[in-house]
C-alpha cells in the first residue's frame, strides 16, 4: 500500500512553532528563545515518533536566524551518517565558516542521536564543547535514557508529549478538508485511536484511507491502518523467509520512509515478530537480526543494512 504522490505529511509540515499542535509547555519554552536568543543553551528534545520534535527544531532555528536559516543550519541525521568521523567533519565545517547575515549563532540539529553507540556520544561532546562558542545546538532523541548523562546535563531538556485527541482530531479534519476528501468524523476518531497520538501516523493513515472507495470512514480507517508496524513487519518477515526479497525490501523502505519508522524500530519489530511465530530455526532468524541491529547501532546505513539481512534470512528460509 504505497502511498501516492506529495506525501500530506510534509505538505502539511508546520512552517512555524505558532502552526504546531500540542506540545503547549515546549512551545512556550521556545518561543522565549525566539524572543531573546542570547538566552539559548544547547537543547535537547525529546519523547515518542510523530510528535513533532524535527519540525519545533526546524522552526525554531528559522524563527531565530531569519531568512538566512536554511545556510546557516546544519540538520544531521546520526543514524543516517557514516559514523562519528562523519559527524565531527560535518560539524567541523560548517561550525568554521563564518555565518551569513546578522545571526546570534549557527544552529545544528542532531536528529536520532539515541541511535549513536556510547562511544560516539562521548565524541560527540567534544565536539559540541569545541563548536559552542559560535552554535547551539538542538539534540532530537526518541528515548532520552540512550543519552548519555555529560551529554544531557550539557543541554535544556524538552520532553514532548503524545498529541492529544482534539489536537489530532482537529489537525485532520483540517487538512482532509484542505483536500477535498471526503470524510465523516467517525472516521477521524477511528484514525485517532489507531494512532496513540502519533500525528505523523495519524496523517499517513489518513492519507491512505482518503485513497479508497468511500473516504475517511471507520471501515477504511480501519484498512488503512491495517497495515501498521507490527502486521506490516510480521508480512515483511514472511516474505523475506520466503524468499520475496525485493517486495520485502519495498515494504521496509516504506516503513522507513513513510512511516519515519528507524532501521532500530523495525529490527525489534521483527525481533518481536519471531517470537510470536513458531519458526523450528528461530534461532538462526534472531542471529541474524541481532547482527544488523549491532550493524546499524556502530552507524551503518540502515537502508543499506537492512537490504542485505532480507537478502540473508532469504538465502536462510523458515523451516
Ligand atoms: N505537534 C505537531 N503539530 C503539527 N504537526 C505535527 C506535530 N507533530 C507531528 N506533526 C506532523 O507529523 C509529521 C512528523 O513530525 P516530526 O516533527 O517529524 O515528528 P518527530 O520528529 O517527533 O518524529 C510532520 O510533518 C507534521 O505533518
Ligand atoms: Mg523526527
Redesign the pocket.
Known amino acids: 500500500m504505497a502511498v501516492q504522490g506529495v506525501m500530506w505529511?510534509?505538505k502539511?509540515?508546520?512552517r512555524t512553532l505558532g502552526?504546531?499542535?500540542?506540545?503547549e509547555n515546549v512551545l512556550g519554552s521556545l518561543l522565549a528563545f525566539v524572543k531573546k536568543p542570547a538566552d539559548m543553551p544547547h537543547l535537547l528534545f525529546t519523547?515518542s515518533?510523530?510528535?513533532?520534535?524535527?519540525?519545533?527544531a526546524v522552526c525554531l532555528s528559522r524563527s531565530i536566524l531569519g531568512d538566512s536559516w536554511r545556510d546557516n543550519t546544519l540538520e544531521l541525521n546520526a543514524s543516517d551518517e557514516r559514523g562519528i568521523g562523519m559527524v565531527r567533519e560535518r560539524i567541523k565545517k560548517f561550525s568554521k565558516f563564518v555565518g551569513i547575515g546578522d545571526i546570534p549563532f549557527k544552529v545544528i540539529i542532531l536528529d536520532e542521536a539515541d541511535e549513536m553507540t556510547a562511544d560516539a556520544q562521548t565524541a560527540l561532546r567534544r565536539i559540541i564543547e569545541d563548536a559552542a562558542a559560535y552554535c547551539r545546538f538542538i539534540i532530537?532523541a526518541n528515548n532520552i535514557s540512550k543519552i548519555i548523562a555529560p551529554i544531557q546535563s550539557r543541554c535544556a531538556v524538552f520532553r514532548?508529549t503524545s498529541?492529544p485527541k482534539e489536537c489530532v482530531t482537529e489537525?485532520l479534519a483540517e487538512i482532509a478538508k484542505s483536500e477535498k476528501a471526503k470524510f465523516v468524523s467517525e472516521g477521524i476518531d477511528t484514525i485517532y485511536e489507531y494512532s496513540n497520538g502519533d500525528?505523523?501516523h495519524a496523517?499517513n493513515t489518513m492519507q491512505a484511507a482518503a485513497a479508497l472507495d468511500g473516504g475517511i470512514n471507520k471501515a477504511n480507517a480501519k484498512k488503512a491502518a491495517g497495515i501498521t508496524k507490527s502486521s506490516a513487519v510480521d508480512e515483511i518477515l514472511k516474505l523475506a523467509l520466503a524468499g520475496k526479497v525485493a517486495q520485502a525490501r519495498d515494504s521496509v523502505i516504506e516503513l522507513l520512509r513513510v512511516y519515519?519508522m528507524s532501521g532500530a524500530d523495525i529490527l525489534r519489530n521483527l525481533n518481536m515478530a519471531v517470537n510470536r511465530a513458531s519458526y523450528d530455526n528461530a534461532i538462526d532468524i534472531v542471529r541474524i537480526i541481532s547482527e544488523y541491529d549491532y550493524r546499524i547501532l556502530v552507524g551503518a546505513s540502515p537502508e543499506i543494512q537492512l537490504s542485505a539481512m532480507l537478502y540473508e534470512l532469504g538465502a536462510l528460509g523458515s523451516k
Open positions: 505529511v510534509e502539511y509540515r508546520p502552526d504546531m499542535v500540542g506540545q519523547g515518533p510523530g510528535i513533532g520534535k524535527t519540525t519545533a532530537i514532548f498529541v489537525r500525528l505523523r496523517i519515519g
